[in-house]
């Protein structure tokens, strides 16, 4: 049963433009997200997070929305680069003395030149 | 970058026997985690770490064992290696379970199980 949803396993975007990568989660008690940037043969990085208690969340090129009523999230980056290109993994946590994160199963985006 | 590293990059190996891949930091962190990566499945958590000796399974732990004899090192074994588990693994480490620590990834090893 997957808790957290990537239901795009691909996006093709021109250079300049917006890329809207999606997430959707099932557990309610998730109160952490994140999103992971990963280039081929590369362990993941980390890339935005928020917190359930914030909407929206921005660093630079990257912002992520928090729509708690709908359990869905999204990273808008604005403006696309071709180094943009890689697989990105949206990530939940339920808090507790672990912190364990659950991963979505990842976007592939590539921003053509 | 967080000094992570993972051993062996590469391996191939044969069904049945024993694997052990081991993961190393150098930034003092509590809590490490062992992930699998698979088409379809994204990161699927292993075991993980909240101290030395302290571990626990997570959601696709049968197969795996663990261990941590001290703080820089988690090693993964396999104890009889099957097909199934011919996977990407990634190492993660994690200052604190506070909100906003995220976890750090080692570089992947690369496992075949003939």
């Known amino acids: 049963d997957q808790q957290v949803k990537q239901n795009s396993p691909s996006l093709s975007v021109q250079e300049g433009r917006i890329s809207i990568l999606n997430c959707d989660y099932t557990n309610s008690m998730f109160d952490y997200f994140l999103w992971y940037k990963k280039y081929p043969a590369e362990g993941p990085t980390f890339l935005i997070s928020?917190?359930?208690?914030?909407d929206k969340n921005e660093d630079g090129r990257f912002t992520v929305f928090l729509n708690k009523s709908a359990k869905h999230l999204s990273l808008h980056i604005v403006p696309s680069q071709p180094g943009d290109s890689a697989v990105y993994f949206c990530a939940a946590s339920e808090g507790g003395a672990t912190n364990k994160l659950i991963f979505g199963t990842g976007t592939l985006l590539a921003v053509q030149p | 970058d967080a000094g992570i590293t993972q051993s062996p990059r590469h391996k191939v190996t044969e069904t049945g026997t024993p694997v052990t891949l081991r993961c190393h930091q150098t930034e003092n962190h509590r809590y490490m985690y062992w992930y699998r990566q698979d088409p379809g499945h994204g990161l699927r958590l292993i075991h993980y770490s909240y101290g030395v000796k302290d571990t626990d399974k997570g959601e696709v732990s049968d197969g795996y064992s663990v261990s941590r004899s001290k703080t820089e090192d988690f090693l993964l074994t396999l104890e009889s290696a099957t097909s199934s588990q011919t996977s990407v693994y990634f190492c993660a480490i994690s200052e604190s379970q506070d909100r906003g620590h995220e976890q750090f990834f080692g570089p992947g090893t690369r496992l075949t199980v003939l």
């Open positions: 928020i917190s359930s208690i914030k």
